[in-house]
């Protein structure tokens, strides 16, 4: 994305035009960033040989899923819902993982029944409804189960998976029991070791205190995992100039990791790859000026992109038109939801705007659509892709008599 004679370009096609044809709100993706993130992550991990399994929860739009799908990536699912996009997107199943904390009964079976690579177990009685669904199909369950290495990721707490007071995972203890108990099973498989600190890391060195924790399950269990799941978590540049996760550190301490422990790796990115592909294209509705704050009013809700609201998550916004006219008043960028937390953006000043300007916010790809909503009774934003310089819509706009 960049500005030519001072009109904004995604992949050398005019935002403004986009907007012409498409309306707002809309999420836009880009193709072209998609591929090359997804062959920056594959060139930094090379020596590891992971299997890369998309994070589906960070965008499960179908057509997406399959251009990933395309590029050799597999898929990190946490319902029947997302294993369901993942199959119909044409990944294969020995490429997906099942993670999560409350898989039902129906699910498992579904997941069995789909031949998937494994089922990453959180708990002990999630275990035995495994067991159970073994006996059931009369078949051996290939399963993981998740570690949760107390480690601080260092991130927003929200986000936070990895430390003894979140829900994810057991602890040493724990793990090395269920291994002990389990590991002459009939019924299920321990092929994996799992384990996710959280999301939004910008720095390799929570994963360096991961990977110690992981190992110490390994040698204290004695115990030869086939694979070794990492979670994902990596983070990305959501402001200019900020600091991002050195994928290449990372990947050093996962080649040392794997020479000693002979273990294949799974990687499960989901925001590094799409975060930056997605835009959100709006529409200033109103500007309402009072004495110390301009509120620009936007016809995108928090019903469209919840993470502002839900994390106080920073979201760049950039007009559609630069021009050098700066006013240095305090600017509110609102939307039209009754919730006082509907604000994407409070900057210090911004470029003289007007009433019908177009803007985009940035850096939505990730954790954008996926959460959004019908609040307030709105529709929300459908979803275009633009691919070899063609824009296709890939998804269905829901009119209201389809949610009244």
Known sequence: MKYNNNKLLIDKISV?????????????????????????????????????????????????????????????????????????????????????????????????????????AESQSEIDTIVKIAKKTKRVIDIGIRLNPNVDAKTIKEITTGKNINKFGLNEKEVIELINIYKNSKQINIKCLSVHIGSQITSHLPYIRMLKSVQKIIDKSNFVFEYVDLGGGMGINYKINTQTLNYGRYAKQIVKFIKKNN???????????????????????????????????????????????????????????????????????????????????STKSYQKLNEDDNIVICDVGAYGKVLSSNYNLRTNAYEILIKNSKVFKISKKISLENIT
Do not use: W
Request: glycine share 6%.
């Open 16 to 120: 403004d035009r986009i907007i012409k044809k498409f309306g707002t709100p809309v999420y836009c993706y880009s193709y072209n960033q998609i591929k090359e993130n997804i062959s920056k992550f594959q060139k930094n991990f090379i020596k590891t040989k992971p299997l890369i399994c998309f994070a589906v929860k960070a965008n499960n739009n179908i057509r997406i899923l399959k251009e990933i799908g395309k590029l050799g990536l597999g898929a990190d699912v946490v319902s029947k819902g997302e294993l369901l996009a993942a199959l119909k997107s044409k990944i294969k199943p020995k490429k997906i993982v099942f993670s999560g904390v409350g898989k039902t009964y129906d699910e498992i079976m579904f997941a069995t029944k789909k031949n998937i690579l494994l089922i990453n």
């Open 263 to 345: 273990v294949k790796i799974i990687l499960e990115p989901g925001r590094s790859i799409i975060g930056n592909t997605g835009y959100l294209l709006s529409k200033i509705i109103y500007i309402k000026k009072t004495r110390k704050i301009n509120f620009i009013i936007i016809n995108t809700g928090m019903n469209d992109l919840m993470r502002p609201a839900l994390y106080k998550a920073y979201h760049r916004i950039i007009p559609t038109k630069k021009i050098r006219n700066k006013i240095f008043k305090r600017h509110d960028f609102v939307g039209p939801i009754c919730e006082t937390t509907d604000k994407f953006l």
